[in-house]
Each structure stands twice: as C-alpha cells, then as structure tokens.
C-alpha cells in the first residue's frame, strides 16, 4: 500500500508543475521563435537573405537572385530549481506545500527563460539610446520608423516589453490607452497587461534590464529571436533519508540567441534606482 501512495504523490505532483508553468512561466516564450525537443547540446536556426529582383534580355539568361544562406547557434544550458519538502511538515501546515514549491519552481524557471532572452536582445545595436527622459511617442515612433526602415514584416508578430514605469507613461498616450486588449489575440496573454497599437503588441515586463536609472525596453518581430528548448520544465522527486524529505528538483534546459539584431530595437528609458 505504501508504494501506491508514493506513486499517488509524484503523479500528482508532476501534474501540478506543469499547469503552473503554462499559466504563469515564462512572458516572452512564445513571442519569439521556439524550436522544442532539440537533441544535442547546440540548436541552428536558419536565416536567408533578401532577394531582389532583376531584368532579363531577350534570349538572354533569367538573372539569378542567389539569395544568401546562413546560420545562427543557439547553445543549450541546463538550470535547476531545487527545494525539500520534509514528510512530517505536511502533516503540520493547511496549505499545500507541494503546490507552494511547484509554483515557486515554475516560476523561478519562468523568469530563467525571460532572462536569457532578455540577455540575447540586449546584443542588438539597433538602440534609441537616450536614457535621460521616459518613452515618449517620439522614441516609440522611432524604435517603429527602424523596424519599416529594415523592412521587418508588419505582419501581427512584432512584440514590444516595457517596465511598469513606462506602461504607465504609455497610458499617458491616448491612441495608446484606446488600444485594443492584445489578449483576444493570444491566448497566452489573458489576463495579463497587453495591448496592441501601431501593429505591435505591447506586454508590462518587469525583469528588463536596470543599469544607471536607465530602463532598457525592446520592440522586436518573432522571428528576430530565438529559444530552443531540450525539454520544458521537468521535475524529479527523491526521497533523502538523511534529510527525511523528499527534495524536489524542477529542471529545464534552453538556449537563447539573437537571430537578426535588425529584428531588435532598444530603447532606453529613464527609470528609478530601486530603495536599498
């Protein structure tokens, strides 16, 4: 009877991390290009060139556009969220303590994947770096006037991330505050902050980068940035006798790379220093 209920548990439980991790992981996983199940330690995304067209005379040959071909690598990393769940506390506390845990490591990975795009964004170039004032519509206008200008499609999948202070100066902004609720669209923005004006949808973030009351805020396409993924979050259960507990190990192994920097604009904002 005593295997039965270990299996209860760890099946349960595993079920648990993974409804957590579709509702509250990672914001920008899936506004950038996912490739999942990759096997080996590097994932390639392919990236082609632009074509253009050319005249032909007659009986003349049908000029050849030669479009270029390319790679970019994507090195996988593996993180770990680890914690214990002693046996006999669970007899002491009414909440659920494995619910506690499975979300804790849900999110903890969540945010791991943000990161390491976050990361990959920040290599662009292509920045409006004036970090002395908010975002205003004047560098709004610009971070889009970049986007056309390199010809990145306008087609429903350019994405943009801010910080809490910055969605608040967007909200400054009428055609901004009249802006359709961009959770209609995508399913895995329901209930969150999001809107979509200009053609790009706009997301509240709060792990963008800080540095010197300067917030870095990115407008980018899907196609710009990439994720591989060699698993999604799993989670191992073992019991440790010297512990009396059975720790709790949330796994994920992923890699972020920057496409095309073209794809990417940031935008940098003044923000506050957080309180010591």
Known sequence: MS??????FVNQYVQEVHAAYQQRGSKLRNCVRLQTGVVGGTAVFQKNGKGAAGRKTRHGNVPVMNVAHSTVSCALEDWYGADYVDRLDELKVKQDERAVVANAGAWALGRKIDELLLGRMAETENAVAVGTTGLTKDKILEAFARLNTADVPDDGQRFAAVGARQWNELL????FK??????DRFPWLQGAESRVWLGITWLFHSGLPLSGGA???????RSAV?????????CHIDWVPEKAAHLVDHMLSAGACLIDAEGVVSVA????EPAE
């Open 226 to 234: 990439g994720l591989a993924e060699a698993q999604e979050i799993k």
């Open 172 to 175: 400054d902004i009428s055609e």
């Open 3 to 8: 295997l039965l209920i270990e299996n209860s």
């Open 215 to 221: 917030r870095t805020c990115f407008v980018w396409h």
């Open 269 to 272: 904002c003044l923000d506050e």
């Open 178 to 183: 009249s802006a359709d609720y961009a959770g």
